[in-house]
């Protein structure tokens, strides 16, 4: 691009600061003068040709502008008309010629006067056309502009599409703007046309473009206006409406709050469009209706569930063995079985299996091991107690057709829990009933079966909720009560009894602590060895968990404390010596091993809610009809067993050398002792059967040898359960020599190492190998005190044989 630019004109003016207002070429206004300083250069103008020099100050707050105080560009003027106002003030009509520059300052009183100097541009034949474009491009965008403002007048546009002239263009469209002073001066200091279109165009696109969000905000907040205005009016309708009947406070408040919960809920659509229907029906119902109670109730327990809430789960297996190790002592099998149970769910990363039941006497850890679990996994614990529990509506909820209508337990164990993929804990699940109302243990079978829990139903809430990502552990006493199809779900860990050994390391690392601390004593204070600890669950506790055994240490630190402030003491220590003195006289014994081999007494084995115990079953012959009484609250399975053993008994009379008449001669007298104690089962069938033999023969029983089994007719010995806390009984008691079924060998593993290490085990698959064992042999018959009044001895081995591997005989296994 070719210009030529040059100097026209180079003259002397009055120079007139400009406060907040800026003079382009072209523009015609009125203004007010007020300064004196202003008013002499105006009458200099008029003396002298009617010019003078607009320059806009820097500041429009200084009253009396210096030279750098005033832009150095301006506009020359020529001053049509002037008028005298009062209070010394001129109101000045002007027309703008030309922009100029100050060359310098030839006088700054009582006026300012100054060189200026006018420039132009002139451009050859090629830019004519590149200058028509742009001209087009700004008077468009312009029109642009005006369509969006509302304070340009739009008849403008009309007059700015007749100027050829492309830098009077640029100065009548700059003047139409409405811009900050800065950006106006920007535009006037540009004396090249080109230069100052292209600006133009630029601040033109800009405004544009703010222009148009402030259309977008005016819009939606006008929008927002029209929406309130229009709610108000009907808000003020209602509430005169229900003004009329009687409520005042109406319920259309209490809608917007609703509808603002549900507007920061996140919840499924299904529930979302629930809500908005009960919202509706709500704000239509009379004032105090019943029925909205109960949508009031439905909608604050569809806000409460966690819908999306959920906790970060944790499946590090070294963690989980931590924890379950620093919360739990013993219980290795069960422990074992978690582990892998967190193992297998990490690798296939899904809940979808087993559920786990632990089932065990009470007080053995079945919860805390649950809390355990939960803990170990980073989830929210829950225990949902099953107890009593024989409505089905229990499980699923209510239906909403009355008042007192509420959702299921499990709805509200998510609520309580505050998270959608908590840990479960089903509690007592075994205590279950049914009546007319349902049957709850069916309700189960949804809420444990993944191939249907995704999308679980409570009768209250009608919505679906997701339980697949809920962990459901369940607790037993018992697997008798628990129906066979609810209990196919659950995979079944059995917690036995703790042994005494067990008990101690328990009471040590976990309850004297616990106790000490929770009665405020240190370590100082109270001293308790495991001696101590070990007689007080002898004497003073006869449980399977350690439940009674912490109320007994609670005990002995309540007395203490007590011992401590009333005598001044620092501290005391806890012994067998003084455990009397703070307990109480001792509230249990255990029966020990006879101290000599007895003719009709033999030591059984008993199974009890509470850990095993030792049974003596004592047998007396008397003349008589032939009568069998048994005595000691027996129950049914014992009574058959003592039928079973007595017909046994009869067959094999003449191998064991007794009279074969004995039924009809002798009445047979069984008792057990401890007759207030009901007992029942069928493991003392071989105990039985060995204690009448006995008493028939006059072969004693020896005093270390304990058994338990059941008896067949034909003298065969069936397996039995809970051989563990029988051991632990027998060991107790000084027994060593332990007569158990052959199919129970198996379970001589679950025993503790120590108390194998101590005993010898029998094992029996039938009653010869029994009696061998147990009776002690006699060769003379004048000793003889039994009924046998045959010439030859009983035939029995005079030793055991072991069995080979695989053989159903018998085997001694001594530990």
Request: include cysteine; charge should be negative.
């Amino acid at each position: 691009m070719s210009e030529s630019k040059k100097i026209i004109k180079k003259q002397v003016l009055p120079l007139l600061p400009l406060r907040g207002l800026t003079v382009f070429p072209y523009m015609t206004l009125p203004f007010d003068v007020g300064r004196a300083k202003s008013i002499k250069a105006l009458e200099e103008a008029m003396i002298n040709n009617q010019l003078i020099l607009l320059v806009t100050q820097k500041d429009a707050r200084n009253d009396s502008p210096v030279e750098d105080d005033i832009y150095t560009v301006g506009t020359i003027s020529k001053v049509k008309q002037m008028l005298k106002l009062p209070g010394d003030t001129i109101r000045v009509l002007v027309e703008g010629i030309s922009r100029a520059e100050i060359g310098e300052f030839t006088q700054t009183e009582p006026f300012f006067m100054a060189e200026v100097v006018e420039k132009i541009y002139n451009y050859d034949q090629d830019d004519d056309i590149e200058m028509e474009a742009l001209k087009r491009e700004v008077i468009s965008t312009f029109e642009d502009y005006v369509k969006l403002s509302s304070k340009t007048p739009a008849d403008i546009i009309m007059s700015v599409s007749t100027i050829e002239n492309q830098g009077q263009l640029a100065d009548i469209i700059t003047s139409n703007l409405v811009l900050k002073v800065e950006q106006k001066q920007d535009i006037l200091n540009e004396f090249n046309p080109k230069a100052r279109l292209e600006k133009l165009l630029e601040i033109l696109l800009k405004e544009i473009e703010i222009l148009e969000v402030e259309k977008n905000i005016s819009a939606k907040v006008r929008k927002q206006i029209d929406k309130m205005q229009k709610e108000y009016y009907l808000r003020e309708q209602l509430k005169a409406i229900q003004n009329e009947l009687g409520d005042k406070d109406g319920i259309a408040g209490e809608v917007e709050e609703y509808k603002e919960k549900l507007a920061k809920a996140d919840l499924p659509e299904e529930a979302e469009k629930k809500v908005m229907k009960e919202l509706d029906r709500l704000i239509k119902m009379p004032p105090g209706s019943a029925e909205g109670s109960v949508i009031r109730t439905y909608l604050e327990w569809i806000f409460d569930l966690p819908w999306n809430n959920s906790t970060e789960e944790i499946i590090d297996l070294d963690r989980a063995q931590d924890i379950l190790d620093d919360d739990h002592y013993g219980l290795e099998k069960v422990k074992e079985r978690i582990v892998e149970y967190l193992a297998i769910r990490k690798m296939k990363n899904t809940l979808k299996g087993p559920i786990l039941c632990l089932v065990g006497p009470p007080g053995v850890g079945k919860t805390s091991i649950a809390k355990s679990i939960a803990r170990a996994l980073n989830r929210n614990y829950v225990r949902m107690s099953l107890g009593g529990v024989k409505d089905e509506s229990e499980i699923r909820g209510h239906r909403r057709t009355y008042v007192g209508s509420m959702p299921g337990r499990i709805i509200a164990a998510l609520k309580q829990a505050g998270s959608k993929n908590p840990l479960i804990l089903l509690d007592e699940i075994d205590k279950m009933s049914s009546d007319f109302r349902g049957d709850p243990a069916s309700a189960m079978l949804e809420v444990l079966d993944g191939e249907q829990n995704f999308a679980f139903r409570d009768h209250y809430m009608e919505l679906a909720f997701d339980l697949s990502d809920v962990m459901f552990l369940t607790t037993a006493n018992t697997l008798d009560t628990i129906p066979r199809p609810l209990l196919d779900r659950m995979e079944i860990i059995h917690l036995t009894s703790y042994t005494e050994e067990e008990k101690v390391n328990i009471a040590m690392k976990y309850l004297v602590p616990k106790q000490m601390k929770a009665h405020g004593l240190k370590k100082s204070n109270m001293t308790i060895d495991r001696q101590t600890a070990r007689d007080i669950i002898t004497f003073y506790t006869r449980e399977a968990g350690v439940r009674n055994l912490e109320r007994e240490i609670a005990t002995v630190c309540r007395k203490v404390v007590k011992s401590l402030v009333s005598e001044n003491k620092k501290s005391m220590k806890v012994s067998s010596k003084n455990i009397e003195k703070l307990l109480g006289t001792k509230k249990y014994r255990y029966d020990k091993a006879n101290e000599a081999d007895e003719v009709g007494i033999a030591t059984g084995l008993a199974w009890t809610p509470v850990g095993g115990d030792t049974l003596f079953i004592e047998v007396n012959l008397m003349e008589g009809s032939g009568k069998l009484d048994l005595t000691g609250q027996l129950g049914d399975v014992m009574k058959e067993s003592a039928k079973a053993a007595v017909s046994f008994i009869r067959s094999r009379a003449e191998q064991f050398g007794i009279d074969m008449e004995f039924h009809s001669k002798y009445d047979i007298h069984i008792h057990v002792p401890e007759g207030a104690i009901p007992k029942d089962g069928p493991s003392a069938g071989i105990t039985l059967a060995t204690a009448m033999v006995s008493a028939l023969t006059g072969m004693p029983v020896k005093k270390n040898v304990a058994m338990t089994g059941e008896i067949t007719l034909r003298g065969r010995v069936l397996p039995i359960g809970g051989l563990k806390e029988k051991v632990l009984a027998a060991h107790r008691a000084g027994i060593n020599t332990i007569i158990i079924p052959l199919d129970n060998e198996k379970d001589i593993e679950d025993i503790p190492e120590n108390v194998r290490q101590e005993l010898k085990f029998v094992i029996a698959s039938d009653m010869d190998t029994v009696l061998n064992m147990a009776l002690v042999k006699i060769r003379n018959k004048k000793t003889h005190k039994g009924v046998n009044s045959r010439e030859k001895d009983i035939i029995l081995a005079d030793e055991v044989p072991v069995a080979e591997p695989g053989d159903r005989g018998v085997s001694i296994i001594e530990q």
